[in-house]
């Protein structure tokens, strides 16, 4: 058991692919900061977040929750990002297309991060125990993430220059 999810089910292999991408993400994050293509542990990223998001649709489809909304959201943030990054070698408006769909996506992971932690990590269900997660200290926790991640985007478009 991983959190009250069995290991050998289909959760539990999403849960792991979600990980996967978090954190191949943030590297990434920090790779276009620094203006650093990072192309295989983007490659990585990118695929891990693909396979995220369609093993999401595989394991709920219906009925419509937020969560397959989000999934949605996701793979129409992944289509352009992809296509910035693989078919217009980020020339051009593509750069920013490309950054700001990488960051897009991770922030939804992380989003989602945010959410079941609140719902499978004893002592944060514990100050926030409402089904979904609700109320102030949830929210500001989203807030502050989504914060960040506004900044890293803005910051990511400004830096991330890559060579070649």
Known sequence: MFFGIPFGSLVFVHTIITLVAIVTGLLVLFGLLRSDRMNGMTAIFLLFT???DISGFVIQIKPVTPAVTLGV?????????LAARYLF???GMWRWIYVVGATLSLYLNVF?????AFLKVPPLHAIVPAVPPAGPVFGA????????????????????????
């Open 112 to 116: 989602v991060l945010v959410v079941q």
């Open 50 to 52: 693909v396979l995220t």
């Open 89 to 91: 070698a980020m020339r």
């Open 141 to 164: 926790t989203q807030g502050v993430v989504l914060i960040l991640f506004i900044i890293a985007g803005y910051l990511g478009v400004r830096r991330f220059h890559p060579k070649g």
């Open 73 to 81: 959201v996701l793979a129409a943030v992944l289509i352009p990002t």
